[in-house]
């Protein structure tokens, strides 16, 4: 029997190295992306660095007859929309009306962006590490929904000092829609750990745990009183019925929650409807065109605004990063809003080309994530995918109502959404 050579041990020890630092960088950044940025950027580039030592080790070890194999990502659903995504953004880059701007966010945002989810796949290919990691995200949810709890009774949160505003919570993020974004993923998760733990009759304590955890989860969500997270909300129990009919009880007890809790709520602190920001008359009886007037706390000025841009350059975009900059060309500072619709930024910055890339991208996770829960036979991972599928839809869902894509915490989230329902189709049994 043949054994291996010293330089083949080296390598499996080398990459099972960086496949532990990633592993340990990942889940240290999920636990602190809701709390700070800093930090989150300094775990997202040791990640990377784990990745690339990896490759780079590679491309050492079988020099020179392997430098594209080494230089390869992992096997995935999502190489072939992530090279045409990626280069659409970069023609938007080439015709950018700001060059350098888009030149910096290219590879100091989206390229590191997306090495960050070939980090994730790369690292989490079997199920203990993919629990550490359910693990870690959960552990810093429940920390930020205690704080949102904290923060709606005392008045400010308990770590950074965030005063509430308007009544609103926001915990650790900077607005209440960031804080109802974050959560929409977890409640999508939590709530299919739960039907789980209750159907497979798991042990008391882990079903009153993580009904306790919806509770608090479903209140904080409840006092961001966003609109669009509620929407989102709406979508992840649509999905839940989707991919498992069984749920359609349970899912409808989660929309009486919404109906009897949720809307009344919103009504008495922010006086708005769910779609209408007139409260005053009777919406039954408005127009349509009425409707989008008085709804959506002037969005339709802001998109309006985001078509016109398109307009000016519709396949290519004006150039990554260029929105802000483009929007102060106008001297009325009132106009400085951005687009609080994450596609029509999306298409305004890397055209048409690059959205029909990045929402093909979106469907083949979709798709292959449905198509993969026939698979699964393990009840527990089978749960993490249909809770990461909901949640993700719903997250995409009220990036269609506000800027979350282009807030550091949720876009570096959004990724590794991504990488987390992928990983889940892609892990050894």
Same mark, same amino acid.
């Given at each position: 029997?043949? @054994?291996p050579?010293?330089?083949?041990?080296?390598?499996d020890?080398?990459?099972?190295?960086?496949?532990?630092?990633?592993?340990?960088?990942?889940?240290?950044?999920?636990?602190?992306?809701?709390v700070?940025?800093?930090?989150?950027?300094?775990?997202?580039?040791?990640?990377?660095?784990?990745y690339?030592?990896?490759?780079?080790?590679?491309?050492?070890?079988?020099?020179?007859t392997?430098?594209? &194999?080494? $230089?390869? *990502?992992?096997?995935n659903? #999502?190489?072939?929309?992530?090279?045409?995504?990626?280069?659409?953004?970069?023609?938007?880059?080439?015709?950018?009306?700001?060059?350098?701007?888009?030149?910096?966010?290219?590879?100091?945002?989206?390229?590191?962006?997306?090495? $960050? /989810? +070939?980090?994730?796949?790369?690292?989490f290919?079997?199920?203990?590490r993919?629990?550490?990691?359910?693990?870690?995200?959960?552990?810093?949810?429940?920390?930020?929904?205690?704080d949102?709890?904290?923060?709606? /009774?005392?008045?400010?949160?308990?770590?950074?000092?965030?005063?509430?505003?308007? !009544?609103?919570?926001?915990?650790?993020?900077?607005?209440?829609?960031?804080?109802g974004?974050?959560?929409?993923?977890?409640?999508?998760?939590?709530?299919?750990?739960?039907?789980?733990?209750?159907?497979?009759?798991?042990?008391?304590?882990?079903?009153?745990?993580?009904?306790?955890?919806?509770?608090?989860?479903?209140a904080?969500?409840?006092? @961001?009183?966003?609109r669009?997270?509620?929407?989102g909300?709406?979508?992840?129990?649509?999905?839940?019925?989707?991919?498992?009919?069984?749920?359609? =009880?349970?899912?409808?007890a989660?929309?009486?929650?919404?109906? +009897?809790?949720?809307? *009344?709520?919103?009504?008495?602190?922010?006086?708005?409807?769910?779609?209408?920001?007139?409260?005053?008359?009777?919406?039954?009886?408005?127009s349509?065109?009425?409707? =989008?007037?008085? !709804?959506?706390?002037? &969005?339709?000025?802001?998109?309006?605004?985001?078509v016109?841009i398109?307009?000016?350059?519709?396949?290519?975009?004006?150039? $990554?990063?260029?929105?802000?900059?483009?929007?102060?060309?106008?001297?009325?500072?009132?106009?400085?809003?951005?687009?609080?619709?994450?596609?029509?930024?999306? @298409?305004?910055?890397?055209?048409?080309? !690059?959205?029909?890339? +990045?929402l093909?991208?979106?469907?083949?996770?979709?798709?292959?994530?449905?198509?993969?829960?026939?698979?699964?036979?393990d009840?527990?991972?089978?749960?993490?995918?249909?809770g990461?599928?909901a949640?993700?839809? !719903?997250?995409?869902?009220?990036?269609?109502?506000?800027?979350?894509?282009?807030t550091?915490? #949720?876009?570096?989230?959004?990724?590794?959404?991504?990488?987390?329902?992928?990983?889940?189709?892609?892990y050894e049994?």
């Amino acid at each position: 029997m043949a @054994t291996p050579n010293k330089s083949t041990l080296s390598q499996d020890t080398i990459e099972s190295f960086c496949d532990g630092g990633i592993v340990v960088s990942l889940c240290a950044l999920i636990l602190v992306l809701p709390v700070s940025i800093a930090f989150l950027d300094s775990f997202a580039a040791l990640a990377v660095f784990f990745y690339f030592f990896k490759k780079i080790n590679r491309i050492v070890v079988h020099w020179p007859t392997s430098i594209c &194999r080494g $230089l390869a *990502p992992p096997e995935n659903v #999502l190489n072939l929309p992530l090279q045409f995504l990626s280069l659409a953004v970069f023609i938007s880059v080439l015709f950018s009306q700001y060059p350098m701007l888009s030149f910096l966010a290219f590879f100091g945002k989206f390229l590191k962006s997306v090495f $960050l /989810y +070939f980090s994730f796949i790369e690292a989490f290919r079997n199920d203990k590490r993919i629990r550490l990691f359910l693990n870690f995200f959960l552990a810093a949810a429940f920390i930020t929904v205690l704080d949102g709890v904290f923060q709606h /009774y005392a008045g400010r949160d308990l770590l950074k000092g965030h005063l509430i505003a308007g !009544g609103r919570v926001n915990a650790f993020f900077f607005s209440a829609n960031g804080l109802g974004a974050y959560l929409l993923p977890v409640t999508g998760l939590v709530t299919h750990l739960l039907f789980t733990a209750i159907t497979r009759h798991r042990s008391w304590m882990w079903q009153a745990g993580l009904a306790f955890f919806v509770v608090l989860l479903l209140a904080c969500l409840c006092w @961001t009183y966003s609109r669009s997270a509620f929407i989102g909300y709406l979508i992840i129990l649509l999905m839940m019925v989707l991919l498992d009919r069984r749920k359609l =009880l349970f899912a409808g007890a989660l929309l009486l929650v919404f109906i +009897f809790i949720f809307l *009344p709520s919103l009504n008495n602190v922010r006086h708005l409807y769910l779609i209408n920001d007139n409260n005053g008359g009777n919406a039954q009886n408005q127009s349509v065109n009425s409707i =989008l007037e008085d !709804g959506g706390s002037g &969005r339709v000025l802001f998109w309006t605004k985001a078509v016109s841009i398109i307009q000016s350059s519709p396949i290519y975009g004006t150039g $990554l990063n260029t929105y802000g900059r483009i929007l102060k060309r106008n001297p009325n500072q009132r106009t400085w809003w951005y687009a609080h619709n994450c596609y029509l930024q999306m @298409t305004a910055e890397i055209g048409l080309l !690059g959205l029909s890339c +990045f929402l093909w991208m979106v469907f083949v996770v979709v798709v292959h994530g449905f198509n993969y829960c026939k698979q699964i036979k393990d009840s527990w991972m089978l749960a993490l995918l249909q809770g990461s599928l909901a949640g993700l839809f !719903g997250f995409m869902v009220q990036s269609f109502f506000d800027n979350t894509f282009y807030t550091v915490q #949720l876009g570096v989230f959004m990724w590794l959404l991504f990488g987390l329902t992928v990983a889940v189709t892609r892990y050894e049994q």
